[in-house]
Nanobody, 116 residues
C-alpha cells in the first residue's frame, strides 16, 4: 500500500510561481510512474504531468513549457515547479502513483489558488 503526502500549495498572483512537493511512502521501482492531476471546483479531474523513476517526463498541453516535474529518488519525492501561473491553474492538486497502468493511490491534495 502506498501513501502520498502533498505540500506547497497556496495563494499566488497570476504570473507567479509555486512549487509543489509529494512524498511517496513506499518503495519506488522502475515499473512505477508518479504524477499530478488537478481538479478545479465543479470541474472534471485533469491530468497535469507525470514522471518515471528514471526521470522520463510527460506534460499536459495546458501546462507544457510552464510546469516542470522532477523526482528526487533519494528522498522518494516528486516536485512540480509551476511558473507563469494562470487563473485557470486554480484547483486542488493531487499526486499519484501507478504501477504500469494500475493506479495504486493518490494523496489528499494541496490547494493552489491563482488570483487574476
Amino acid at each position: 500500500q502506498v501513501q502520498l503526502v502533498e505540500s506547497g500549495g497556496g495563494l499566488v498572483q497570476a504570473g507567479g510561481s509555486l512549487t509543489l512537493s509529494c512524498v511517496i511512502i513506499g518503495t519506488i521501482s522502475s515499473s512505477h510512474t508518479m504524477g499530478w492531476y488537478r481538479q478545479a471546483p465543479g470541474q472534471q479531474r485533469e491530468y497535469v504531468a507525470n514522471i518515471t523513476s528514471g526521470g522520463t517526463t510527460e506534460y499536459a498541453e495546458a501546462v507544457h513549457g510552464r510546469f516542470t516535474i522532477s523526482i528526487d529518488n533519494a528522498k522518494n519525492t516528486i516536485h512540480l515547479q509551476m511558473n507563469s501561473l494562470k487563473f485557470e491553474d486554480t484547483g486542488v492538486y493531487h499526486c499519484y502513483r501507478k504501477y504500469a497502468w494500475y493506479l495504486e493511490g493518490w494523496g489528499q491534495g494541496t490547494l493552489v489558488t491563482v488570483s487574476s
